[in-house]
């Protein structure tokens, strides 16, 4: 890097993949007091190019605290925050950063690109459309979320991070959630022999079974099966709702994941398979149901909770969940592989104050 040209050179070395040297170059001319705003920006852009978010957020914070009404340093926050995921306050210093420079076209570019994450392709879309040549692959992208047929994994990440603080007392209390208790007595029912005497009010319970909690969340569903299992492992797409979930200190395995991968991957088989309120969020099920198949054990059990369409397939709600028809569950199980073992009429959960009607599952494998 040459002295004259400390910026074009830390450019150059971005350019060409050496993100990294061109970051510590850049600190320590920062370190020594030569440096001014252009070379802070430039070293955040190379540490969010090498990878290190952690620091060019703190960069970017400095960035704003050293230059409060410049657009440019408030882009450069925004664009640290989104690479950290932190979209609510991406979002909101991006649009700061627009409103003191209107004709920042980047500024725009990655709040439609913050909305995409957040899994929102109707708010992306509002932004890519008041640029001039919206990026391609971003309107490829919009589009795709709005027509497939489950819930986009950023939506469902971001709506539980966001949730996961007072999910618990939430659900329990505002929505009378109950999807576990019924998974637990439908478990009772259709498959007694395997739970021991448990089902029995003040039997003695056995742990014996290897059990999954698909979309565990906080791990409420987890809780209630817990003196059955063995093992009891866990996958869910919001960290911040698996955090909640280690720390009940229950789980075996827990990971951060979409369902769908995670069937699909090699792994142990499991003696049954819960998804107590998370189906909700998949419109087409035949992914998870062949997945299920495949990770069950022979004579394995498939328990989970759905809200009830009344047609035939499903269907997006007004709440954004999927609802599911009698006839689409009991096709779908017969097509892969599985037998009903019982389908039954339940109220998973309350909305304003009223039952939402569902179904509660089983399926052996
Ligand atoms: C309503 S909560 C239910 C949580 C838990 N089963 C319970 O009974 O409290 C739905 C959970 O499913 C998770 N989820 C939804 N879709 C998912 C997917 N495709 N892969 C993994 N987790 C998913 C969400 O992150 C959320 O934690």
Redesign the pocket.
């Known amino acids: 890097m040459t002295e004259e040209d400390p910026i074009e050179s830390a450019e150059a070395l971005i350019a060409s993949g050496r993100a990294e040297e061109a970051a510590r170059a850049l600190q320590a001319r920062l370190a020594a007091g030569r440096g001014g705003l252009l070379a802070r920006l430039t070293l955040i852009k190379a540490l969010l190019a090498s990878g290190d978010n952690k620091t060019a957020l703190i960069e970017a914070r400095e960035a704003v605290s050293l230059n409060p009404g410049v657009a440019l340093a408030v882009l450069a926050l925004g664009e640290a925050l989104l690479a950290a995921d932190a979209l609510p306050t991406a979002i909101a210093e991006l649009q700061r950063a627009l409103r003191l420079d209107p004709d920042l076209v980047r500024a725009r570019e990655l709040i439609a690109a913050a909305w995409l994450k957040a899994g929102e392709p109707d708010k992306a879309l509002e932004n890519l459309q008041a640029l001039e040549n919206p990026p391609a692959e971003m309107l490829a992208a919009c589009e795709a979320i709005k027509a497939s047929p ?2 986009d ?1 950023g939506y ?2 971001h ?2 991070d966001q949730f996961s603080a007072d ?1 618990d007392e939430r ?1 329990i209390g505002q929505l009378a ?1 109950a ?2 208790q019924i998974l637990f007595d439908l478990a009772s029912l259709v498959m007694p022999g395997r739970m021991g005497a448990s089902a029995k009010a003040g039997a003695t319970i056995k742990k014996e079974l290897s059990v999954l ?9 987890g809780a209630v099966f817990k003196p059955l299992a063995a093992r009891l492992d866990g ?4 960290p911040a ?1 698996i955090e909640k979930a280690r720390a009940r200190g229950i789980y075996g395995d827990l990971k951060v ?4 991968t ?1 069937l699909a991957a090699t792994g142990p088989r499991y003696d049954l398979i ?5 189906l ?3 419109g087409d099920l035949g992914q998870v149901f062949e997945g299920a198949r495949n990770r069950l054990s022979s004579n394995g059990y498939f328990l989970f909770t759905v809200e009830k369409s009344e047609g035939t397939g499903f269907e997006l709600g007004p709440k954004r969940r999927w609802r599911h028809g009698e006839a689409y569950l009991r096709e779908l199980a017969t097509r892969s592989g599985f037998d009903m073992a019982g389908l039954v009429a339940a109220v998973p959960r309350h909305e304003a104050n009223q039952p939402v009607d569902g179904f509660a599952v089983a399926l052996v494998r």
């Open positions: 489950r819930s994994p469902v990440r709506l539980f999910y659900m959630y999807a576990p909690d698909l979309g565990c969340g906080t791990g409420l569903a996958v869910d797409l919001s709702m994941a979409d369902l769908e995670a819960l998804a107590a309120d998370t909700v969020y998949l």
